[in-house]
């Protein structure tokens, strides 16, 4: 299978919200793409599924080597990914800093469970989230700077949502993301979080973390440059996508423990429609 096959592969495996951006991509950036999310989806995995933190820690290790010789002139990466990601590097220019804070945002799911405050957690939210939203730009193209504030902003609204949508999950499996300031300022226990206990302190809770999810949404959109709007597209399929998501789960309560909520196939689509529409008329919104 051809390195671009792999990380396409990858992608579609993994049923993603944003394989319906990736769609509205020319072949050359649509590629370069799939090689960003296949290395995010590869370095999660290794957070996420290892069980020997020793072993964990040596894998994201392998990954910084292999991130620098993406960058090394005459250096081929280990991974057939990183060799993908590498071309993507040097055809996009991908900013260094970013795809080596991923790595960190991973690393940080090996050494915590928990953070008292959201200003704790915000520079969780950069590295797992906003900082592939810098990679992400960089293929798209953009002329204005703003474009930058633009990723930050949409990539903590993204991982907001994502908390809330698997709190449950998370918990399980040992780690909650929903500062534990607000667990005690609400009345919900880490436990509570564990062990599915659904209630009105509950609600209040999820509430006043998609109102910050909101907060991060309307933020970005404010920033999204109207020179930038076209190419911008597939982000912003990405956002609305996760944005019809965050009031999916609204609607519904905020019963994340009864099942993990997602949208139908036909939705995305027509969100991936209207935002084609609109950028190809120089609309942000």
């Known amino acids: 299978m051809s390195l671009v096959g792999l990380s396409s592969r990858v992608t579609?495996?993994?049923r993603s919200n944003f394989y319906y951006a990736f769609l509205a991509l020319p072949r050359a950036r649509r590629e370069a793409l799939y090689a960003v999310y296949a290395f995010c989806r590869t370095v999660d995995d290794i957070a996420d599924l290892g069980s020997d933190a020793a072993?964990?820690?040596?894998?994201?290790t392998a990954w910084r080597r292999d991130i620098a010789r993406c960058y090394e002139d005459g250096a081929v990466p280990e991974h057939p990914i990183a060799?993908?990601?590498?071309?993507a590097v040097r055809r996009f220019a991908?900013?260094?800093?970013?795809?080596?804070?991923i790595v960190e945002g991973c690393e940080m799911d090996l050494e915590r469970v928990a953070y008292e405050t959201f200003d704790e957690l915000l520079p969780y939210c950069y590295r797992v989230a906003?900082?592939?939203g810098l990679c992400c730009i960089e293929i798209f193209g953009y002329t204005d700077a703003r474009a930058r504030d633009y990723a930050v902003d949409l990539g903590t609204a993204l991982q907001l949502t994502n908390i809330i949508r698997d709190v449950g999950a998370d918990a399980r499996a040992g780690r909650v993301y929903v500062p534990q300031h607000e667990l005690r300022a609400f009345g919900v226990k880490s436990d509570d979080l564990r062990t599915g206990r659904y209630s009105d302190a509950f609600v209040r809770l999820?509430?006043?973390?998609?109102?910050r999810a909101r907060a991060h949404y309307a933020k970005a959109w404010a920033a999204l440059p109207a020179a930038d709007a076209r190419s911008l597209v597939p982000a912003e399929i990405m956002g609305r996508i996760y944005f019809a998501l965050l009031q999916e789960i609204e609607a519904r309560r905020f019963r994340v423990f009864d099942e993990r909520i997602g949208l139908p196939a036909r939705r995305k689509a027509a969100i991936a429609l209207r935002c084609w529409m609109n950028g190809m008329l120089g609309r942000v919104a």
């Open 12 to 14: 579609r495996k993994s």
């Open 83 to 87: 060799r993908q990601l590498a071309a």
């Open 130 to 132: 906003s900082a592939v």
């Open 206 to 211: 999820m509430e006043f973390q998609a109102a």
């Open 94 to 101: 991908l900013p260094r800093a970013a795809l080596e804070a």
């Open 55 to 60: 072993t964990q820690r040596a894998g994201l």
